[in-house]
């Protein structure tokens, strides 16, 4: 393994294979438990405890300067006003993105912190740790218990593939985006559960804001039509309607702004997103999950360092493939996790070719949700004692945080 190249293909290949583990042994039912656990006191500590690890992880970013379109941005919002608020919001991408909400969140940074690149990547930081929260509590409301979501929020929290999306200020769109969007969830979930007519309104009201922030939430719709098949009792159809006339809605405008389906355009000038091959194919269903799992900037020093951390990684989230037993819900948790990661970076498929330096893996955010809950839905299954569990997800936790500090 002397390449940046040849390393990517090594964990490339580890990650087929546990993807393909975690399929062959979950893809069956549990028909002696319930397809809830029992929620257990004290989560709110592990809430706390995935904001604290999270927050000290990532704290180094917030003294980072600016960096490449970061400059066009905040040059643009220096002479941006409120009565031309609107040309700023519309206009810095015309023809190929419609992300208003994305663009309030730039001026308001810099009308709150003008030129000190700290105070943008704080609100960054905030924001993803908002969406660890979120993950929490979508938890929380799916039923899978306080110990799988104090997991998964720990496990996102630290992902080493978040590298660009939390350091990079231009990266906001992606950030709300995901944050929104898992929120818009919680509250679709809690609607279901409590019938509160405040929680769906709440849950629309974070979906406009996703789909304004990003186009990727767009699938907001299909993950909760997921959920009602494959997780939740007495299904309902009627509450999914509001987000799919949302959806058709927001899309036929967002066509109209941008004149047709926007996005980049290949070298024949036709969008991008509508080229679909082969490629495509090994961008959503090997590249974008592989670098999701074991997503490191292999052109970065030290190498060796860096290859021991995803080597002793890739043992043991492999034997977590290979030692979780099929839990609560059987393959249909597993299946919800799987459809997540792979809907949620299909938008981006031109770009998923994620290559040794982790370009553009800022689009993997919002599927590392689905990745998340995946790793703690697995240490949860482990058939070992709680405490041997807990020190497999001490070894994860330790691991990933390293491959933050190297990415």
Same mark, same amino acid.
């Given at each position: ?5 040849a ?5 490339q ?7 393909l583990?975690?399929i062959?042994r979950?893809?069956k039912?549990? *028909? ?11 989560g ?23 960096? %490449? ?8 919002? $220096? ?5 031309n ?10 023809g190929?993105?419609?992300? &208003? ?7 308001l ?10 105070g943008?990547?704080a609100?960054?930081?905030? =924001? ?11 938890? #929380? ?5 306080? #110990?799988? +979501? ?9 992902? *080493?593939i978040?590298? #660009? ?12 985006s995901?944050?929104?969007s898992?929120? /818009? ?7 279901r559960?409590q019938? /509160?007519?405040? +929680?769906? @309104?709440?849950a629309?009201?974070?979906f ?7 186009e ?5 719709? =299909?993950?909760?039509?997921?959920? #009602?098949?494959?997780l939740? &009792?007495?299904? $309902?159809? $009627? *509450? ?5 006339s949302?959806? @058709? ?21 036709? *969008? ?10 090994e ?5 974008? !999950?592989?670098q999701?799992?074991?997503?490191y900037?292999?052109?970065? !020093?030290?190498?060796?360092? =860096?290859?021991m951390?995803?080597s002793l ?10 030692g ?21 970076i +299909? &938008?981006?498929?031109?770009l998923?070719?994620?290559g /040794?330096?982790? &370009?553009? %893996?800022?689009i ?7 990745l998340?809950?995946?790793?703690a839905?697995?240490l949860a ?5 709680? $405490?041997i ?13 390293l ?5």
């Amino acid at each position: 393994m002397r390449t940046a190249r040849a390393r990517l293909n090594v964990m490339q290949v580890v990650s087929v294979l546990f993807y393909l583990l975690v399929i062959l042994r979950q893809a069956k039912t549990n *028909p002696h438990e319930h397809g809830e656990q029992t929620k257990t006191s004290g989560g709110r500590l592990g809430l706390l405890l995935a904001l604290a690890v999270g927050a000290a992880a990532w704290l180094s970013v917030i003294w980072l300067g600016f960096i %490449s379109d970061d400059f066009v941005f905040i040059s643009a919002v $220096r002479h941006t006003g409120l009565s031309n608020l609107w040309k700023f919001l519309g206009g810095q991408q015309p023809g190929i993105f419609f992300r &208003p909400v994305g663009f309030v969140m730039i001026f308001l940074d810099y009308h709150l912190w003008g030129q000190w690149p700290a105070g943008y990547h704080a609100t960054n930081l905030l =924001i993803h740790l908002l969406t660890v929260a979120g993950l929490f509590f979508l938890c #929380e409301e799916l039923g899978f218990g306080t #110990e799988v +979501a104090a997991t998964a929020s720990l496990s996102f929290a630290i992902l *080493p593939i978040h590298a #660009e999306a939390v350091t990079w200020m231009v990266s906001r769109f992606d950030l709300l985006s995901a944050c929104f969007s898992v929120w /818009a969830i919680v509250f679709y979930l809690r609607f279901r559960h409590q019938g /509160a007519k405040g +929680a769906y @309104i709440a849950a629309l009201v974070f979906f406009l804001l996703a789909a304004l922030s990003k186009e990727n939430a767009y699938v907001v719709p =299909i993950l909760l039509i997921l959920a #009602e098949h494959l997780l939740l &009792p007495n299904r $309902r159809v $009627r *509450p999914l309607l509001g987000f799919v006339s949302l959806a @058709i809605a927001l899309f036929c405008y967002r066509w109209i702004v941008l004149g047709g389906i926007g996005g980049y355009s290949d070298s024949q000038g036709q *969008p991008a997103t509508l080229q679909l091959g082969s490629k495509t194919f090994e961008g959503v269903f090997i590249r974008g !999950p592989a670098q999701l799992l074991l997503g490191y900037n292999w052109l970065q !020093p030290p190498v060796f360092a =860096i290859s021991m951390v995803a080597s002793l990684t890739a043992a043991v989230l492999v034997a977590l493939a290979l030692g979780a037993g099929v839990g609560p819900g059987g393959w249909k948790r597993t299946a919800f996790c799987a459809s997540w990661i792979a809907l949620t970076i +299909a &938008p981006a498929h031109p770009l998923l070719l994620i290559g /040794a330096g982790l &370009p553009n %893996s800022r689009i993997l955010y919002l599927g590392s949700v689905g990745l998340a809950l995946l790793i703690a839905l697995l240490l949860a299954g482990l058939s070992a004692a709680t $405490r041997i569990r807990r020190a497999t997800a001490a070894a994860l936790v330790l691991l990933l945080t390293l491959g933050v500090i190297h990415n």
